[in-house]
């Protein structure tokens, strides 16, 4: 079919002149309507007469290549339609009628075709030579149909994943205002309302598909031969679209990028908007460089994983399959392009990572993908370029926000797991100390340590111990240089590290062979500074911050499994105390890295040590997902490595583990069998002992390792069902005839001979009986077996009558006791006793009695109390005529001497306090004389046990004993720490069970433990104060604190407070009074402050007003000098930092004033929520002060004055710092007294004098430091005289010259202030305050830097801008920067706060 016969169904005869020249005269931007009858039948063509048209215009192009006329080829088409009355007006106005009709968001599918094919038929007429001079082209229709696809395909998935999208990936932290819906946007929810009524089938897609396959193909075949050079604009909607492209459909297979002339050999839409890209770099749409940055702009956002529209901030895409792989292929593009173009495309690929880098979003899945981005990007660049960017990076790695900080660490670690670059590659010397990795390493990534941000610090101490698991052994070097100044490394040939031609420390060259050790000496890491880096590690294991705890534990890790660091026990119980962190995350995280650091080094017996000193504790752990994790451990270390045992077989490694560890337990680490038993008691109910189990198990009750056997046999047996009695009856004989049987051992078979006593006859057991007090009445066992003895006597002799157990105890247990009472009193009756005194031998009968009393206290006498008191004492004649009871007045040591050693003495007590156990009239006997030892004893042994007494029968004798325990509590203030601990650790154990309460001086004497000059003692009280005894009574420190006041200055004369009777010994020994004790009660009051809530802090202030202000104000206390400490301390409290309400002191962002990106946030609400509180926590607090403490001060003030006290300048002091938030309404607060109002306001303006003054000094003394190296000296750049810019369209990015001043304080890794920075930087000639924006000076610019001129603008961030997101009208407003000269500074410079090189607002182009 000829032209003019598929151009017959446009109806272009019938349409009207007018008609079309109105539509020309509304440039395509709105839909003209047509005569009714016209738009009907227009409206009902269907896709074959396009399609017919479309082919026509396809074979004339293809025909008019081979035609031999030129001029006469060209025009064609033109001349057919001119000889046949086809106005080419008329025809472009009649296909916009149905791109434009195409474009509304109701219509149908039958328009949305014909609207995909007139705009195909539009840009194939555009194609045709001569378009132009026929007035074919119009700019607006062009984009207008290269942009139908938007339009056309159904926008439903896109809602959906608009709704589902993440959030904006740049914020500014601040709310915006809800902007009022007008007519228009009413109508266009309507509209929306309509079109998702609107229901396509997937053969209606697929028709749709096809159309918008065409229309792209038509574009490709457009850009063949169309140059965009003189439409930019054009250039920049294609570009756009084709980045849209890439995410319309999956690709089957790999993408390709070879040029393809025919653009029906590509299938998919991604594959031809590749093609479309490349296309638009071509020299006929324009300069090369730009057209490559307008393609990476786009490519940008794809990389990214963000969707970019025309304006606004972008939004992060979900990152599912599709996005990743569009993402990957986009990466695969731009390294194409970067191999095609090479010298042009790299400086753009320097552009284009630096954006990647700038725009990241804190997202730890974006980071991930973003860094792995930009390795692969790196990976095609020579290694001058690679050093740029990497001197680029360092740089953004001292970045003001915490999100580029944070990243640049992600990218470092990506760049190490590339092969290390060479030396030699690198032509510029400065640039070549930034090649190796450890410049990375140690100049980027463990600068990080330092961080002020904890997620920056975890993140890099997370990635420092991922550095010992690379391939590169140079890396590994690096991190060993960190941690020890000297260092044995292997390295593998050709990884070698020579030193830069910059640097000052000369440096060895590593040339060795493969796998070849040789001695390392690092030039620049001193042992000083080795044991800097650990201890600073160390410290950041026991960081408040729990992420920063949880990194430093896996570095440490990483550090001990490598043998950087020695494996010796202070850093092996750092990392096993985290294992009782107070986070359950880090707890978690301590167990898993001390499973891996025993599955590392198993046979070193040290790290054995520290993983059951780690993991057993976590049993009875609070949470039970720790305990879960720790049974775990023990359940895979210990009992699943109990295999059967033959003398045939070697062990494993991992069952030599198993035996090991059981060793351990039953040697050096026997505390640990409580939290053992513990384990056992919860394996038992989940069945773990099956009889293969206790068959393995009895099989090593025999081999070398038996012990440990015994030690599992013990806890097992409780709940075994069956057990072989026969064997374990065979091994009692062993050890009964053994002459050598080890303690522990013997412990744990004794158990087991306990725990089956029910299941034995009566035979076995009245042999098992005869043995045992055979045994015992030898006393010739330890402590411990006559102990474990007992108890299995008991359990033999147990039944359930409880009358015939008594009987069966009386018989066995008295015969011990009279046996015991008669050794005693030959010692003790015996004028020579005490001189052939075996001391082992009577301490053993002492045990052994208290032990046997327990179960028998009806066979125990007062002689045999007399006998044990007699230990303690010397009154023999008292003894032998038994008349009367001994004085109770009066302490045990203050008798007559006697000669017994002082172990036996203070065994003595313990056996004493097991008699008052059992009869209440000796507890009543013996207390006061226990007190009264306490008071005056001297020996440490016997007042530590009698402090152990005391408290065990406070649990059976509350009443009793409830009277002694300040007598108990005094000892917190003992001469000796051993006796301080145990008070301390029994009197929390009895305020845990309730069987004491916080009554009299005991809160305050607790608090005196907090500043025990023993460091582990006061850390100690700490742990139970808050960890044990906060928890059930939350209100304790709130209670106290004001009474604290008193009680440590030793003040007496308020009505209410410090009224508890004390003894004046007592006073002397816990009193804090006087200046040299005025640290420990600052101390005292900060530790309580610290852990008020907000609510007790706004309490405890206004009850101060109340309780202590009132009373002096109203004088009801006296101003003497000991009332006048009292209010000066007062105001000194009131005044500390701890004493402000959290919710108004912490800053937006957090305690660490980062500002916090809406990613970051679990929720914007929150954020509102927090704002909102806290304001009305101030007007609280505001109206508060005003109401009950402006009058009050007012009136001390006036009081101070009149007595002229010293004391004023304290008054003076906690106005300055109360009123530091209020610093304009000082008149307002203080209206009733004026004077007092402006002290404030002066006290207020000298003190920011002196603050600014300081901040000054501390600059210049921190900025005159030159002894700071600064890496390597790779990063000084020589200076850049800057002229001023002429705007142009790019510029070659390069890395920021700071001054080298800043370098050196950035390297320090001090936290100083922004503002201080700022404050140095004015020095410079170019500064950010100078940068502005220069409106209409020109028209239609893209970029932020001169073109041609080789200058560093980095707006303080080191980061070229990429190309614009809009074009810019005729009359429209520029968008590039100048920099002007400090003397042409504006009178009133702008503050800029530069976001991202993209923040700038543009207004948008007129179409």
Not at 556 to 569: E, M, R, S, T, Y
């Amino acid at each position: 079919m000829d032209l003019i016969s598929a151009l017959q169904f446009l109806k272009l005869n019938e349409i009207p002149e007018g008609w079309v020249d109105a539509v020309w005269e509304l440039e395509f931007t709105e839909m003209k309507a047509l005569d009714d009858t016209i738009d009907q039948e227009l409206t009902a063509t269907r896709e074959k007469p396009f399609k017919t048209l479309i082919q026509c215009l396809l074979t004339h192009a293809t025909e008019q290549p081979h035609s031999t006329v030129s001029d006469g080829a060209s025009q064609n088409i033109w001349v057919t339609l001119q000889e046949n009355g086809v106005s080419v007006k008329s025809l472009v106005a009649v296909l916009s009628f149905f791109v434009l009709r195409a474009k509304n968001k109701v219509a149908n599918v039958q328009q949305r075709l014909s609207g995909l094919y007139a705009a195909s038929l539009y840009l194939l007429l555009l194609r045709v030579p001569g378009s132009i001079a026929n007035k074919v082209f119009h700019e607006v229709l062009l984009d207008t149909c290269s942009d139908m696809t938007s339009h056309c395909w159904p926008q439903d998935s896109g809602k959906k994943r608009k709704k589902d999208g993440l959030k904006s990936s740049q914020t500014e932290g601040k709310r915006s205002k809800p902007q009022r819906k007008d007519t228009a946007e009413m109508e266009m929810d309507e509209d929306e309302d309509e079109e998702e009524e609107l229901h396509f089938s997937g053969q209606d897609l697929m028709k749709i598909r096809e159309a918008v396959s065409l229309l792209i193909q038509s574009l490709l075949r457009l850009l063949q031969t169309f140059p965009l050079k003189d439409i930019p604009q054009s250039s920049r909607n294609c570009s756009q679209i084709f980045s849209k492209l890439l995410y319309f459909e999956p690709v089957i297979g790999n993408l390709t990028f070879a040029v393809q002339q025919d653009v029906t050999q590509l299938r998919s839409l991604p594959e031809m908007a590749v093609y479309g890209l490349k296309l638009l770099c071509s020299p006929k749409h324009g300069d090369q460089k730009e057209s490559l940055q307008r393609v990476f702009h786009r490519l940008l956002y794809v990389i990214l994983m963000m969707n970019k529209g025309n304006r606004g901030k972008p939004s992060l895409l979900a990152p599912n399959q599709a996005t990743l792989t569009t993402r990957n292929h986009a990466i695969q593009f731009v390294c194409h392009l970067v191999e095609e173009f090479k010298e042009l495309a790299l400086p753009l690929l320097q552009i284009l990572l630096q954006h990647i880098c700038f725009q990241m979003v804190e997202k730890s899945e974006f980071r991930s993908h973003g860094a792995q981005a930009v390795g692969m990007l790196v990976s095609h660049m020579e290694s001058t370029d690679y050093a740029c960017f990497v001197k680029w990076l360092f740089n953004f790695s001292r970045h003001s926000k915490m999100v580029h900080r944070l990243f640049s660490v992600d990218v470092v670690m990506v760049l190490l797991e590339q092969q290390e670059r060479r030396l030699q590659k690198c032509q510029d010397a400065e640039l070549a100390g930034f090649l190796p990795h450890k410049f990375l390493i140690q100049n980027l990534l463990f600068a990080r340590r330092m961080d002020e941000s904890p997620t920056v610090q975890g993140h890099a101490l997370s990635c420092l111990a991922q550095c010992l698991e690379l391939p590169s052994l140079n890396a590994t070097r690096a991190v060993h240089n960190l941690f020890c100044a000297t260092g044995t490394q292997t390295v593998l040939e050709g990884e070698f590290t020579e030193g830069t031609p910059s640097s000052q420390n000369s440096q060895k060259t590593y040339r060795t062979l493969p796998f070849r050790t040789v001695e390392i000496s690092s030039a620049d890491s001193s042992g000083y500074d080795a044991k800097e880096n650990l201890a600073l590690l160390l410290r950041r294991v026991k960081d408040s911050k729990t992420n920063v705890r949880k990194a430093a534990l896996q570095a440490l890790v990483g550090l001990l499994k490598h043998g950087v660091i020695p494996l010796n026990w202070e850093n092996l119980e750092t990392l096993s105390e985290r294992c009782r962190d107070p986070a359950v995350s880090v707890k978690k995280k301590a167990l898993q890295c001390m499973g891996e650091l025993l599955a590392t080094k198993p046979e070193c017996s040290v790290v054995q040590k520290a993983w059951l000193q780690g993991v057993f504790p976590a049993v009875v752990d609070s949470e039970n997902s720790v305990q879960d994790k720790a049974l775990e451990a023990l359940d895979q270390v210990l009992l699943g490595q109990v295999k059967p045992y033959s003398t045939n077989r070697h062990l494993d490694a991992s069952e030599r583990l198993t035996w090991d560890l059981l060793a351990l337990l039953c040697h050096e680490c026997q505390n640990l069998s409580r939290y053992f038993s513990r384990a056992f008691t919860i394996w038992s109910k989940q069945g773990k002992f099956t009889p293969s189990f206790i068959t393995n198990l009895m099989s090593h009750t025999e081999a070398d390792h038996a012990a440990g056997a015994w030690l599992l046999l013990s806890k097992v047996v409780t709940s075994s069902p069956r057990l072989p009695y026969g064997k374990i009856l065979d091994a009692w004989d062993i050890m009964v005839s053994s002459k050598d049987v080890n303690v522990t051992t013997c412990c744990h078979i004794l158990s087991v001979m306990g725990d089956i006593a029910a299941h034995l006859n009566e035979d076995t057991k009245e042999r098992i009986v005869a043995d045992l007090t055979s045994w015992l009445k030898a006393f010739t066992l330890s402590l411990k077996v006559i102990s474990a003895a007992v108890q299995t006597l008991y359990q033999l002799g147990h039944s359930e009558d409880i009358k015939q157990t008594q009987a069966f105890l009386n018989q066995h247990c008295g015969e011990l006791v009279s046996i015991c009472e008669a050794y005693l009193a030959d010692i003790i009756l015996s004028e020579n006793g005490a001189q052939s005194l075996n001391e082992e031998l009577m301490i053993k009968h002492l045990h052994t009695l208290g032990v046997v009393s327990l179960h028998c206290p009806a066979k125990v006498g007062k002689k045999t109390v007399l006998l044990v008191e007699s230990v303690l004492t010397a009154h023999s004649d008292k003894l032998a005529e038994c008349q009367e009871e001994l004085p109770v007045s009066l302490p045990l040591s203050q008798f007559k001497e006697n000669s017994l050693p002082s172990r036996v003495k203070a065994h003595g007590v313990i056996t004493l306090g097991k008699l008052c156990l059992q009869h209440e009239e000796l507890v009543q006997k013996y207390l006061p004389v226990f007190a009264r030892e306490l008071e005056v004893g001297t020996e440490v042994a016997v007042r530590n046990n009698i402090v152990v007494i005391m408290c065990d029968l406070c649990v059976r004798y509350t009443n009793i004993v409830d009277h002694y325990i300040p007598n108990i509590s005094a000892c917190l203030r003992d001469d000796e720490a051993v006796i301080r601990e145990q008070t301390l650790i029994m009197l929390t154990n009895l305020l845990q069970e309730e069987f004491v309460k916080w009554k009299g001086s005991l809160f305050f004497r607790f608090m005196v433990a907090l500043v025990d000059p023993v460091p582990a003692i006061a850390s100690l009280c700490e742990y139970c104060l808050l960890h044990l005894l906060l928890k059930k009574n939350p209100e304790m420190l709130s209670q106290h604190f004001i009474e604290c006041i008193f009680h440590f200055n030793s003040y007496s004369k308020h009505k209410s407070y410090n009224k508890f009777p004390q003894s004046e010994r007592e006073k002397i020994s816990f009193s804090l009074k006087g200046a040299e004790n005025r640290e420990k009660r600052f101390r005292i009051y900060r530790f309580l402050l610290e852990h008020f809530t907000d609510a007790q802090r706004f309490n405890i202030t206004n009850k101060i007003n109340q309780t202590v202000l009132a009373c002096f104000a109203d004088e009801e206390l006296p101003l003497d000098a000991n009332g006048a400490e009292i209010l000066s301390e007062t105001f000194n409290i009131l005044s500390l930092k701890e004493m402000k309400l959290q919710a108004i002191s912490t800053p937006a962002g957090g305690a660490t004033g980062e500002e916090p990106d809406e990613e970051n946030m679990a929720s914007v609400a929150k954020a509102v929520l927090e704002a909102a509180k806290k304001k009305v926590v101030s007007q609280v607090q505001k109206k508060t002060f005003i109401e009950n403490t402006v009058p009050l001060i007012i009136s001390l003030k006036s009081l101070l004055e009149q007595k002229r006290s010293p004391i004023l300048r304290d008054l003076m002091t906690y106005l300055q710092v109360t009123m530091q938030d209020y610093r304009n309404e000082v008149k307002e607060f203080f209206s009733g007294d004026e004077q007092l109002a402006a002290e404030v306001e002066f006290a207020l303006k000298m003190a920011e004098k002196e603050r600014e003054m300081q901040e000054q000094m501390d600059n210049c003394s921190l900025t005159g430091d030159t002894n700071m190296a600064i890496a390597q000296d790779a990063v000084q750049d020589s200076s850049v005289k800057l002229k001023p810019l002429l705007p142009f369209n790019f510029a070659t990015p390069q890395p920021p010259c700071p001054n080298p001043k800043l370098a050196r304080l950035a390297l320090s890794d001090r936290c100083v202030s922004r503002s201080r920075q700022e404050e140095h930087a004015q020095s410079k000639s170019m500064t950010l305050e100078q940068t502005v924006i220069l409106k209409g000076s020109v028209n239609d610019r893209a970029f932020s830097t001169p073109k041609g001129v080789n200058v560093n603008l980095t707006f303080n961030e080191g980061l070229s801008a990429i190309f614009s997101d809009q074009g810019t009208g005729l009359s429209g407003e520029s968008s590039v920067l100048h920099v002007r000269r400090n003397e042409h500074q504006a009178s009133a410079r702008r503050q800029w706060n530069v976001q991202s090189p993209l923040r700038q607002k543009r207004r948008p182009s007129r179409v």
